[in-house]
């Protein structure tokens, strides 16, 4: 039985949460959520800015990054910030349960604007100049990570649970919808100056910081416990090695258009595998794991981190698949030159953004009075019927139409986002919601990740099967001789959507200039125009996307399954009344 002093003592704590919440100044709330909303709009920014910037990066640098042996470098430039924000998030989580959430959350502010300074100063070219920007990337995103893992806590801290839906939702839906500002951002930036791309976080960064430093209170009570090092690098090693293990997965091996059977992909896939496996053995048996794995006997946690991981697989690779649509095929045939094709594709992709930012906040402040179940899984219902609307469309779509099934999506990703992000951070413990919250990104992450090995290896196995005959029938068709159409043919087709995705000429790029000087200039012009290369991939590429697409129904439909399984509106006791001694205070559950 539990004594006098320690009932006094939970009792007391409830007591001192309380009291401490009802001497805070109402608008302290309001502060909290206008600067995690910034840090949040910055991290997911800097995860696509780049996107869009990339070829703007590489000539200044003065590296070609679809040479197959500088490949390494443009998917890590994409990749490496997500991938180390996906490793760090659940550890830097914990430790904001540790030593206080807005200590740990400052240090990101701090390590980010930093990181974006020093991106700018990069002096060195040729692939020197790529790793320095990789590295720094890296270090970008740990402060991002540190960004990402507390700011859900500190929302949820310092909201009551009848607001915390509203709060949350401008929070995710400003994070979500930073992944395709970034691509606008990039694309206006990058054309004036490549290192602009980096040099816009600096201010920003530094007034959130100073902001942070000066505003934010710690409204947690730290739990000093030991660190969890075996958990930490068990899962920090599986995690890597998985994704990068998709990095060559998705690049040619042997004559595969994809590397996913290649001993090299087998081997990092399988040892990543045994380390997560490893890591759970661990976390069931130390004494303060890292991953709170008894957090998943909270269903509502457990049903709303499954269904944010399935939502965020099906959305990351959306991004990707319109970006190569616009910019490989229907920009072109509309008259955009390539070149210009990265900056009005992310322009063109502003309805998925606007319908996030009206249906996120609103469905967050309803999901507050009526629960979350019924908007998630609808969202998550509706989404998928956004993709089969998307397969309907032919290559060369009326934009309009285009436009209006964008919207549909996008508020159906905020339908389901921002009372989804409040169900799971409703659920959690207090002292618990740095290390839930940082599970939750962290899933969320690691499906952006995984979204690009599953969706870009779909697309390269459509075009896999009819690409080359079609490619060489057209070139030789056009004067090139037999021997360079099928040496072309034959080129990856993950080069192919390289280059769209990169804003290259890709028959310019592929053919090379001693191809295309032994033509007649009438040929050049057709061969390198805006319409042959469109004209030529579209039904190559209409195979290839209808297998993504079908992917992201079957991910979002699964999402709203598991949504409904969640049970009822669910909020965790923050402050809880004297209980009878020998038990705990209860969460408690209200039913929608």
């Known amino acids: 039985m539990a004594s006098h002093s320690s009932i006094r003592s939970k009792v007391g704590g409830g007591l001192a949460r309380a009291n401490r919440h009802r001497g805070r100044p109402e608008s302290y709330k309001w502060m909290a959520l206008s600067n995690t909303t910034l840090a949040i709009l910055l991290a997911t ?348 469309l032919p290559i060369d779509f009326s934009y309009p139409v285009f436009a209006l099934v964008l919207l549909m999506n996008g508020i159906s990703m905020g339908l389901f986002a921002s009372p989804n992000r409040a169900a799971v951070m409703n659920s959690l413990p207090p002292g618990d919601r740095g290390a839930g919250g940082g599970m939750n990104q962290t899933f969320q992450n690691s499906a952006q990740v995984l979204s690009v090995g599953i969706f870009f290896s779909l697309m390269i196995a459509g075009l896999a099967s009819s690409l080359p005959h079609t490619l060489a029938s057209g070139l030789h068709a056009h004067g090139v001789s037999v021997a360079d159409a099928g040496r072309i043919s034959h080129a990856p087709p993950v080069s192919v959507l390289f280059a769209a995705f990169l804003g290259y000429n890709p028959i310019q790029h592929l053919a090379g200039a001693h191809v295309l000087a032994a033509l007649p200039a009438h040929s050049v012009a057709t061969l390198t125009g805006r319409s042959f290369f469109p004209e030529l991939i579209s039904a190559p590429f209409r195979s290839g996307l209808h297998a993504a697409f079908w992917f992201a129904i079957i991910a979002c439909l699964i999402a709203a399954f598991a949504s409904l399984l969640r049970g009822g509106k669910y909020h965790h006791d923050d402050a809880p009344q004297a209980s009878p001694a020998g038990s705990e205070a209860p969460a408690i559950e209200v039913t929608a």
């Open 45 to 392: 920014l800097d995860a696509s800015i780049t996107l869009i910037a990339m070829p703007d990066i590489f000539r200044g640098i003065r590296l070609d990054p679809l040479v197959p042996g500088n490949s390494f470098y443009l998917l890590w430039m994409v990749l490496g910030y997500l991938v180390v924000s996906s490793v760090l998030i659940v550890s830097l989580g914990r430790l904001g349960d540790m030593f206080g959430r807005v200590r740990i959350y400052n240090l990101g502010f701090v390590i980010y604007t930093v990181a974006s300074l020093l991106l700018t100063v990069d002096w060195m070219t040729g692939r020197a100049g790529a790793t320095y920007l990789i590295v720094f990337r890296i270090v970008q995103g740990i402060g991002g990570a540190c960004l990402l893992a507390n700011s859900a806590a500190i929302l949820t801290d310092a909201f009551p649970p009848n607001q915390r839906g509203m709060a949350l939702g401008i929070n995710n839906i400003v994070g979500v919808s930073g992944m395709f500002v970034g691509l606008i951002l990039g694309g206006v930036l990058a054309p004036i100056s490549w290192r602009l791309v980096f040099l816009i976080s600096v201010p920003v960064g530094l007034f959130g910081t100073v902001w942070a430093y000066l505003k934010l209170q710690e409204l947690s009570t730290p739990r000093r416990t030991r660190v969890d090092w075996a958990g930490n690098v068990t899962f920090a090693l599986g995690l890597i090695l998985i994704m990068v293990s998709i990095t060559y997965g998705i690049r040619p091996w042997g004559g595969h258009a994809t590397g996913w059977t290649s001993p090299r992909v087998i081997a990092l896939l399988s040892s990543g595998i045994a380390s997560l496996i490893a890591f759970v053995f661990i976390e069931l048996r130390v004494t303060d794991p890292m991953f709170r794995l008894a957090l998943l006997k909270i269903r509502a946690f457990t049903f709303g981190t499954l269904s944010t991981f399935l939502a965020a697989v099906a959305r990351g690779g959306l991004m990707f698949m319109l970006i190569i649509w616009l910019q490989g095929i229907w920009l072109p045939l509309h008259g955009y030159d390539f070149t210009k094709t990265p900056l009005w594709a992310g322009i063109y992709m502003l309805p998925l953004t606007v319908g996030m930012l009206l249906s996120g906040p609103t469905s967050g402040y309803l999901s507050d009075r009526f629960g979350a179940r019924p908007f998630a899984t609808g969202g998550m219902l509706s989404a998928a019927l956004s993709f089969g609307l998307l397969m309907l």
